[in-house]
Each structure stands twice: as structure tokens, then as C-alpha cells.
């Protein structure tokens, strides 16, 4: 007897379906892979004038305040609780081409007793308080979020104390 042999000559439909899901699914989870990698490039390469933007204007800010200017700045400040500026009332901070909008927040700082810390000292000049700055640059409130993104903001906190103009 004679053994016979199967020939194939070309795929089946199954195959070929089977076969183009698959190069599909490749190519889309690389394609999702590429536009992740772009996203998260482009969300750093924003960050670091944004971070930089961030410590300039807390910088000046703070300056300004250390130095009485406008005339009621500094009492303005120690006076603080909350909000103290932002650009809602201040206007948004532009750098290049690019629009920040910010707030910074004062907040007393406490002793473990819960008495604002320096302010039971006899010395002048010795309370403290925490500064913290959140600047965004996308969206309309701090918590602005781009597709893929994620929230592109930058915060910056500091404690500053009070000392004899």
C-alpha cells in the first residue's frame, strides 16, 4: 500500500484571520507604547521651566515681602492665613510663550502644642511660617489634567521666618 501525502498549497481563511489579528495587535501595542513615551517626553520637557518658573516667582514673592514692597507687604504677609496670592487676583505669570497660573498659601507653623512656634519666645521677629506654591499650566483650577498627561503642575513649599526689617 501506498502511503498518501497531504499537500498543502496556501493557508486557510482561519489562518490568515488568525494570523492579521495577531501583526494587528502588535502594531497597536506598539503604536500605544510610542505615543506613552512622547506623552510622558513632552510632560518632562514642560516641567523644568515650569519648576523653574515655580522657584523664580517664590523667590520674588518672597523677596518683595522680606523687603516691604509695596509699602504693608510684610505685615500683609505675617497677617496671612490661607491664600495670599494667586493669579486669579495677581494675573497669570507668562515665561516664553508659555501662561502659569499659581496660588500661594501661608500657614502658621505650630509647635507640638499647637502654639504658633517662636511666639511665646520674648524675641522679636521670630514666628515662622510655611509657604506653599502650586503653579499649573493646564486647565482652569490646580488640578488641570491633559489626556495622558496627568496633572501638569509643580509645587514648591518652604518655611520662612520672620525677621527684624
Known sequence: MESVALKRGAFTLAEVMLGLGLVSLVILTMAAMITSTLRSNQKGISSVPAAQSAESLLDEQLYLMDNDLPPGARAQFWSAS????????????????????????????????????????????????????????????????????????????????????
Do not use: C, F, H
Open 82 to 165: 490661607g491664600t495670599w496670592k494667586d493669579s486669579s487676583s495677581n494675573g497669570a505669570l507668562l515665561r516664553g510663550d508659555q501662561s502659569y497660573d499659581y496660588t500661594i498659601r501661608v500657614s502658621t507653623v505650630n509647635d507640638t502644642s499647637g502654639v504658633a512656634a517662636g511666639s511665646v519666645s520674648n524675641e522679636p521677629g521670630n514666628r515662622l511660617k510655611k509657604v506653599d506654591l502650586t503653579l499649573w499650566w493646564w486647565g482652569t483650577r490646580p488640578t488641570g489634567q491633559r489626556v495622558g498627561m496627568g496633572r501638569l503642575e509643580y509645587r514648591s513649599s518652604r518655611i520662612v521666618n520672620e525677621q527684624d526689617p
